[in-house]
C-alpha cells in the first residue's frame, strides 16, 4: 500500500512542479535585461476595470501565449477581447531605476501597471467601433518604486485574428512586449530609426532611380531589352526596400499587412526580371527564360493561397535564378563574351549574397533582422553589399563599354588617317593633273552660270512685270493658275478727257511720250499705295486693291492713289497747258481675276464691280474722283465727300454717286 502511494506520489509531483511554476511571477533583475514576456499571462474573455487592479483574483484565468496565434488553440480562448494579467517580480536592482516596454501588436490595448494605466494604443469598443494602432516598439518608461510583486494587465481588442490569417496569412493577432532598461531601449531605438531609415531611404531612392532612367532609355532605344528586365528589377526592388520603412513609421495594422502582402510577390518579379535581364546580355534562348520566368510569378499568384507555399516559390525562383546567372555567366566567360566579367562579377555577387540571406532566413528559426546585435549588423552589412553590388556592376560595364567605343573610334581614326596619308599622294598627282583643265571648266561653268542667272533674272523681272508675284510663282511651280474670287476689292478707272482730239495735235513720238510720263508716274502712285496694276487700254488705266493678298482698308488705299493721280495730273496740265485731262472713277465689290490665253496672256479681272467702275469713270467729271455708294460707305469717314445724286447709269440704272474732295481734316 505504502509503495503504490509512493508511486502516485512521484507519477503527480511533476504536475505540481508546473501548476507552481505557472502561478510563480516572473523575476526580473537588472542581468535578465532586456527579456522578452512572453510566459505567465492569463487571459479571461470578461470586460472589467477592476481586472487591472493588483489585488484581483485571476487564479481561475487560463494560461496563454500572448501572441495568441491563429491556428493555434490560444484563439479558443480569445474572441475578440479579453484581460491578460502577468504577475511579475523586481529586486533591489530594479527598485527605483527607470526600465521601458516596448510592445508591437496589430489590435488595439490599454496597458496597466499596478492598476494605473500607461498607455493606449487605438480605441476599444465592439467589432465596428474599435481602432486598431500598433505601437511601433515605442518605450514606454515606467519607474517602480518597490521592489516585490507587480502586475502588468493589458486590455485587447483584436477582432480581425481570423480575417487577417485567412488573406495575409498572418498567425500572431495577439501582442509582443518586452522590457528593457530605459537608457538602452532609446538608444537602441533610436540606433535602429536612423540606421534603417538612411538605408532603406538611401537604396530604395537608389533604385527607383535606376528603374526610371533605365525605362527612358528602353523607351527611346527599344531594342535593348535588357534596360526595361533592369528597370522591372530596380523597380520591384525599390518596392521591397520602401514596404519595410513605410511598416516601421506608420501604425495603421491594415495598412502594414497590405504593404507586406505584396512584398514577396515583388520578389518573384525582380526574380523574373533579373532571369530576363542575364538572358538579354548573355543568351538567345527564349524557351528556359519564359519557363523560369513563370516559375518566378508563381510567388505572387501563391501569395493569395498560402504564405507559406509563396516563399517557398520565392525561395525556388532565387534559386533556379542564381543558377542561371552562374552557367551563362560561366558560359560567357567561357566564350570570352567581352564585358562578361565585369557584369558577371557584379550578377554573381549578387547572387551569391542573395542566396546566403535567404538560408540564413530558412536556416534560423524566429529569425529577426536587428541592427543592434552582431549578427544583425553582419546580415545588414550583407545585405547592403548585395543589393548595390547590380548598380555598381552596371555602372562598371557602362564605363567599360564607354571606353571601348572611344578605343574602337580612335583607332577607326588612326586607320583612316594612315588610309588618307597613302591616298594623299595619288589625290595629289591627279590633281596636278586637273589642276588646269578643273580652273577652266570652273570659269565656264561660272560664265555660264552668271548668264543663266541674268537670264533667269530677266524672265522672272518679266514675268512680275506682268503678273503679281503669287501668280508668277503659281505659274512657274505648276504651269497654269486658276481663277480666282475676291469678294472685297477696290477697281480704280481712269480715262485721259478728249484724248482723241488732243493727239491729233500732236506728234505720234510726242503722244507716245506723254501717255508713257503718265502712266509711269501713275505705277509710282499704284506701287506706293499697294495697288495691283491690271492694264492699260488706250489711254485708260485699271488698278485693283485687295488682291490677290487680302486689304481690309482696300477702299480707303484706292481713293488715296486716286488722289494723288488727280494731284500730279493737276500740276501737269499746269505746267503744260497742252496736257491731257483726266477723269477717276472707284466702285468696291467682288471680282473675278486669272489668266487669259496661253500665249501673251495677260493677268485680268472680271465681273460686274470692274462694269461699275467704269461706268463710275464715265460720269465723273475732269479732274475730279467719282465713287459709288458701296465705295463711299467704307470710306466716308476718312474722306470728305460730296453727293452728287443717282444718275442714270446704262444697263444699271440709277445709282447714287459721289466726289471726293480730300481727307478729313
Given at each position: 500500500?505504502?509503495?503504490?502511494?509512493?508511486?502516485?506520489?512521484?507519477?503527480?509531483?511533476?504536475?505540481?512542479?508546473?501548476?507552481?511554476?505557472?502561478?510563480?511571477?516572473?523575476?526580473?533583475?537588472?542581468?535578465?535585461?532586456?527579456?522578452?514576456?512572453?510566459?505567465?499571462?492569463?487571459?479571461?474573455?470578461?470586460?472589467?476595470?477592476?481586472?487591472?487592479?493588483?489585488?484581483?483574483?485571476?487564479?481561475?484565468?487560463?494560461?496563454?501565449?500572448?501572441?495568441?496565434?491563429?491556428?493555434?488553440?490560444?484563439?479558443?480562448?480569445?474572441?475578440?477581447?479579453?484581460?491578460?494579467?502577468?504577475?511579475?517580480?523586481?529586486?533591489?536592482?530594479?527598485?527605483?531605476?527607470?526600465?521601458?516596454?516596448?510592445?508591437?501588436?496589430?489590435?488595439?490595448?490599454?496597458?496597466?501597471?499596478?492598476?494605473?494605466?500607461?498607455?493606449?494604443?487605438?480605441?476599444?469598443?465592439?467589432?465596428?467601433?474599435?481602432?486598431?494602432?500598433?505601437?511601433?516598439?515605442?518605450?514606454?518608461?515606467?519607474?517602480?518604486?518597490?521592489?516585490?510583486?507587480?502586475?502588468?494587465?493589458?486590455?485587447?481588442?483584436?477582432y480581425?485574428?481570423q480575417?487577417?490569417?485567412?488573406?495575409?496569412?498572418?498567425?500572431?493577432?495577439?501582442?509582443?512586449?518586452?522590457?528593457?532598461?530605459?537608457?538602452?531601449?532609446?538608444?537602441?531605438?533610436?540606433?535602429?530609426?536612423?540606421?534603417?531609415?538612411?538605408?532603406?531611404?538611401?537604396?530604395?531612392?537608389?533604385?527607383?532611380?535606376?528603374?526610371?532612367?533605365?525605362?527612358?532609355?528602353?523607351?527611346?532605344?527599344?531594342?535593348?531589352?535588357?534596360?526595361l528586365?533592369?528597370?522591372?528589377?530596380?523597380?520591384?526592388?525599390?518596392?521591397?526596400?520602401?514596404?519595410?520603412?513605410?511598416?516601421?513609421?506608420i501604425?495603421?495594422?491594415?495598412?502594414?499587412?497590405?504593404?507586406?502582402?505584396?512584398?514577396?510577390?515583388?520578389?518573384?518579379?525582380?526574380?523574373?526580371?533579373?532571369?530576363?535581364?542575364?538572358?538579354?546580355?548573355?543568351?538567345?534562348?527564349?524557351?528556359r527564360?519564359?519557363?523560369?520566368?513563370?516559375?518566378?510569378?508563381l510567388?505572387?499568384?501563391?501569395?493569395?493561397?498560402?504564405?507559406?507555399?509563396?516563399?517557398?516559390?520565392?525561395?525556388?525562383?532565387?534559386?533556379?535564378?542564381?543558377?542561371?546567372?552562374?552557367?551563362?555567366?560561366?558560359?560567357?566567360?567561357?566564350?570570352?563574351?567581352?564585358?562578361?566579367?565585369?557584369?558577371?562579377?557584379?550578377?554573381?555577387l549578387?547572387?551569391?549574397?542573395?542566396?546566403?540571406?535567404?538560408?540564413?532566413?530558412?536556416?534560423?528559426?524566429?529569425?529577426?533582422?536587428?541592427?543592434?546585435?552582431?549578427?544583425?549588423?553582419?546580415?545588414?552589412?550583407v545585405?547592403?553589399?548585395?543589393?548595390?553590388?547590380?548598380?555598381?556592376?552596371?555602372?562598371?560595364?557602362?564605363?567599360?563599354?564607354?571606353?571601348?567605343?572611344?578605343?574602337?573610334?580612335?583607332?577607326?581614326?588612326?586607320?583612316?588617317q594612315?588610309?588618307?596619308?597613302?591616298s594623299?599622294?595619288?589625290?595629289?598627282?591627279?590633281?596636278?593633273?586637273?589642276?588646269?583643265?578643273?580652273?577652266?571648266?570652273?570659269?565656264?561653268?561660272?560664265?555660264?552660270?552668271?548668264?543663266?542667272?541674268?537670264?533667269?533674272?530677266?524672265?522672272?523681272?518679266?514675268?512680275?512685270?506682268?503678273l503679281?508675284?503669287?501668280?508668277?510663282?503659281?505659274?512657274?511651280?505648276?504651269?497654269?493658275?486658276?481663277?480666282?474670287?475676291?469678294?472685297?476689292?477696290?477697281?480704280?478707272?481712269?480715262?485721259?478727257?478728249?484724248?482723241?482730239?488732243?493727239?491729233?495735235?500732236?506728234?505720234?513720238?510726242?503722244?507716245?511720250?506723254?501717255?508713257?510720263?503718265?502712266?509711269?508716274?501713275?505705277?509710282?502712285?499704284?506701287?506706293?499705295?499697294?495697288?495691283?496694276?491690271?492694264?492699260?487700254?488706250?489711254?485708260?488705266?485699271?488698278?485693283?486693291?485687295?488682291?490677290?493678298?487680302?486689304?481690309?482698308?482696300?477702299?480707303?488705299?484706292?481713293?488715296?492713289?486716286?488722289?494723288?493721280?488727280?494731284?500730279?495730273?493737276?500740276?501737269?496740265?499746269?505746267a503744260?497747258?497742252?496736257?491731257?485731262?483726266?477723269?477717276?472713277?472707284?466702285?468696291?465689290?467682288?471680282?473675278?481675276?486669272?489668266?487669259?490665253?496661253?500665249?501673251?496672256?495677260?493677268?485680268?479681272?472680271?465681273?460686274?464691280?470692274?462694269?461699275?467702275?467704269?461706268?463710275?469713270?464715265?460720269?465723273?467729271?475732269?479732274?475730279?474722283?467719282?465713287?459709288?455708294?458701296?465705295?463711299?460707305?467704307?470710306?466716308?469717314?476718312?474722306?470728305?465727300?460730296?453727293y452728287?445724286?443717282?444718275?442714270?447709269?446704262?444697263?444699271?440704272?440709277?445709282?447714287?454717286?459721289?466726289?471726293?474732295?480730300?481727307?478729313?481734316?
Amino acid at each position: 500500500m505504502a509503495r503504490r502511494f509512493l508511486f502516485l506520489l512521484l507519477f503527480l509531483l511533476p504536475f505540481f512542479a508546473t501548476a507552481r511554476e505557472a502561478t510563480r511571477p516572473v523575476q526580473l533583475t537588472k542581468d535578465s535585461l532586456p527579456r522578452s514576456l512572453g510566459r505567465g499571462w492569463r487571459i479571461s474573455p470578461a470586460d472589467d476595470p477592476a481586472m487591472a487592479l493588483v489585488g484581483y483574483n485571476d487564479s481561475d484565468w487560463q494560461t496563454v501565449d500572448p501572441l495568441l496565434l491563429a491556428n493555434k488553440k490560444d484563439t479558443a480562448l480569445f474572441r475578440g477581447l479579453s484581460w491578460l494579467r502577468l504577475r511579475f517580480s523586481i529586486d533591489s536592482t530594479l527598485a527605483g531605476r527607470p526600465i521601458a516596454l516596448q510592445m508591437r501588436h496589430t489590435g488595439a490595448s490599454e496597458i496597466y501597471i499596478d492598476g494605473k494605466r500607461l498607455a493606449a494604443f487605438g480605441q476599444i469598443g465592439d467589432r465596428m467601433h474599435t481602432t486598431y494602432e500598433d505601437p511601433l516598439s515605442q518605450p514606454l518608461i515606467i519607474v517602480l518604486r518597490d521592489a516585490g510583486e507587480h502586475v502588468l494587465a493589458v486590455r485587447y481588442a483584436n477582432y480581425d485574428i481570423q480575417h487577417n490569417y485567412k488573406r495575409y496569412n498572418r498567425k500572431t493577432g495577439g501582442f509582443l512586449i518586452s522590457v528593457f532598461e530605459a537608457r538602452d531601449a532609446i538608444a537602441g531605438d533610436q540606433e535602429q530609426i536612423v540606421v534603417s531609415t538612411f538605408v532603406l531611404v538611401l537604396l530604395f531612392t537608389l533604385f527607383l532611380t535606376l528603374a526610371i532612367i533605365h525605362l527612358l532609355l528602353y523607351l527611346y532605344y527599344r531594342t535593348e531589352r535588357s534596360n526595361l528586365y533592369f528597370s522591372i528589377f530596380s523597380a520591384s526592388m525599390a518596392y521591397c526596400l520602401l514596404a519595410p520603412f513605410l511598416m516601421r513609421i506608420i501604425s495603421d495594422p491594415g495598412t502594414q499587412l497590405s504593404l507586406s502582402f505584396w512584398i514577396l510577390s515583388a520578389g518573384g518579379i525582380a526574380c523574373g526580371a533579373f532571369s530576363g535581364f542575364i538572358n538579354a546580355l548573355f543568351s538567345t534562348r527564349k524557351l528556359r527564360f519564359y519557363l523560369i520566368a513563370s516559375i518566378c510569378l508563381l510567388p505572387a499568384l501563391l501569395r493569395f493561397v498560402s504564405f507559406g507555399l509563396s516563399f517557398l516559390a520565392l525561395v525556388i525562383a532565387i534559386g533556379l535564378i542564381s543558377l542561371e546567372g552562374v552557367i551563362l555567366i560561366g558560359l560567357a566567360l567561357y566564350r570570352r563574351i567581352k564585358g562578361a566579367r565585369i557584369i558577371g562579377a557584379g550578377m554573381l555577387l549578387f547572387a551569391l549574397l542573395l542566396l546566403y540571406i535567404v538560408v540564413s532566413i530558412v536556416a534560423v528559426k524566429n529569425f529577426d533582422i536587428r541592427d543592434d546585435t552582431p549578427g544583425g549588423q553582419i546580415l545588414m552589412l550583407v545585405m547592403v553589399v548585395a543589393i548595390i553590388s547590380m548598380p555598381l556592376s552596371m555602372s562598371a560595364y557602362l564605363a567599360w563599354s564607354f571606353a571601348t567605343v572611344n578605343r574602337r573610334l580612335k583607332t577607326q581614326l588612326d586607320q583612316v588617317q594612315h588610309l588618307s596619308q597613302k591616298s594623299l599622294a595619288q589625290e595629289l598627282e591627279k590633281q596636278k593633273l586637273l589642276a588646269s583643265r578643273s580652273e577652266e571648266l570652273e570659269r565656264e561653268v561660272a560664265i555660264r552660270t552668271e548668264e543663266l542667272r541674268r537670264q533667269k533674272k530677266k524672265s522672272d523681272d518679266l514675268l512680275l512685270n506682268i503678273l503679281p508675284e503669287e501668280i508668277a510663282e503659281e505659274l512657274k511651280e505648276t504651269g497654269k493658275s486658276e481663277a480666282r474670287l475676291y469678294q472685297e476689292v477696290s477697281v480704280l478707272f481712269t480715262d485721259f478727257v478728249n484724248f482723241t482730239q488732243v493727239s491729233e495735235t500732236m506728234s505720234p513720238a510726242a503722244l507716245v511720250a506723254e501717255i508713257d510720263h503718265c502712266f509711269k508716274a501713275f505705277d509710282a502712285v499704284i506701287e506706293k499705295h499697294g495697288l495691283e496694276k491690271i492694264k492699260t487700254v488706250g489711254d485708260a488705266y485699271i488698278a485693283v486693291s485687295g488682291m490677290p493678298a487680302a486689304n481690309p482698308h482696300h477702299a480707303r488705299d484706292v481713293v488715296r492713289a486716286a488722289l494723288d493721280i488727280q494731284e500730279f495730273m493737276a500740276a501737269r496740265m499746269q505746267a503744260h497747258p497742252t496736257a491731257f485731262g483726266i477723269r477717276l472713277g472707284v466702285h468696291s465689290g467682288a471680282v473675278v481675276a486669272g489668266i487669259v490665253g496661253v500665249k501673251k496672256f495677260a493677268y485680268d479681272i472680271w465681273g460686274d464691280t470692274v462694269n461699275t467702275a467704269a461706268r463710275m469713270e464715265q460720269h465723273s467729271e475732269t479732274g475730279r474722283i467719282n465713287i459709288s455708294f458701296c465705295s463711299f460707305e467704307l470710306v466716308k469717314d476718312f474722306f470728305v465727300c460730296q453727293y452728287r445724286g443717282e444718275l442714270e447709269v446704262k444697263h444699271k440704272g440709277k445709282m447714287s454717286m459721289y466726289f471726293v474732295d480730300g481727307p478729313v481734316s
